[in-house]
T-cell receptor
Framework: DTGVSQDPRHKITKRGQNVTFRCDPISEHNRLYWYRQTLGQGPEFLTYFQNEAQLEKSRLLSDRFSAERPKGSFSTLEIQRTEQGDSAMYLC???????????????FGSGTRLTVV | KNEVEQSPQNLTAQEGEFITINCSYSVGISALHWLQQHPGGGIVSLFMLSSGKKKHGRLIATINIQEKHSSLHITASHPRDSAVYICAVTGNQFYFGTGTSLTVIP
């Protein structure tokens, strides 16, 4: 296992189209996170999963955005009817959440850069 | 080899202690970020640095571009500072450290 993988690395799409990104976390990690980062800003939290359960969603995640982790392994993030404001780097991370606040091996993927034209 | 290395990986401190987290990187960058993630999963961008030093409340971040090194300091630590602190750099792409898990004990 070489880390968190994201696919594709780059995506250019026309406004109004739907796009789907995939994240494969480190296999033994039970938590999976999605973040979005626009140019010059720090990452913004979108949502996270503990196993297959989606435990928290940011208000940034409008109804055009949906994320799934059906078997508690890989996850997909879909954006419907893309807008130019959706252009950003979409980052996935995974960790092993132990007792209390401890997170081990917190690892980010390299991201999917989305450009909406 | 990771492009961004953080130390320590885990840190436990008594309330009131001065805390330092270190970050070294090996790639050319346009900016360095310090991020904070609380157990609930939400991530907060604490600082974005390209040179020098920044201060926000009890948090201070410094960067030495020549040495490719940054530090995050927390003065008068408090239990609510308990979180994972992540160093990240942006160059041709985004590179992240693996985080420092900080626990501040009352």
């Amino acid at each position: 296992d070489t880390g968190v993988s994201q696919d594709p690395r780059h995506k250019i799409t026309k406004r109004g189209q739907n796009v789907t990104f995939r994240c494969d976390p480190i296999s033994e990690h039970n938590r999976l996170y999605w973040y979005r980062q626009t140019l010059g800003q720090g990452p913004e939290f979108l949502t996270y999963f503990q196993n297959e359960a989606q435990l928290e969603k940011s208000r940034l995640l409008s109804d055009r955005f949906s994320a799934e982790r059906p078997k508690g392994s890989f996850s997909t993030l879909e954006i419907q009817r893309t807008e130019q404001g959706d252009s950003a780097m979409y980052l996935c991370a995974s960790s092993l959440a132990g007792r209390g606040v401890y997170h081990y091996g917190y690892t980010f993927g390299s991201g999917t850069r989305l450009t909406v034209v | 080899k990771n492009e961004v290395e953080q130390s320590p990986q885990n840190l436990t401190a008594q309330e009131g202690e001065f805390i330092t987290i270190n970050c070294s990187y090996s790639v050319g960058i346009s900016a360095l970020h310090w991020l904070q993630q609380h157990p609930g999963g939400g991530i907060v961008s604490l600082f974005m640095l390209s040179s020098g030093k920044k201060k926000h409340g009890r948090l201070i971040a410094t960067i030495n571009i020549q040495e490719k090194h940054s530090s995050l300091h927390i003065t008068a630590s408090h239990p609510r500072d308990s979180a994972v602190y992540i160093c990240a750099v942006t160059g041709n792409q985004f590179y992240f450290g693996t985080g420092t898990s900080l626990t501040v004990i009352p």
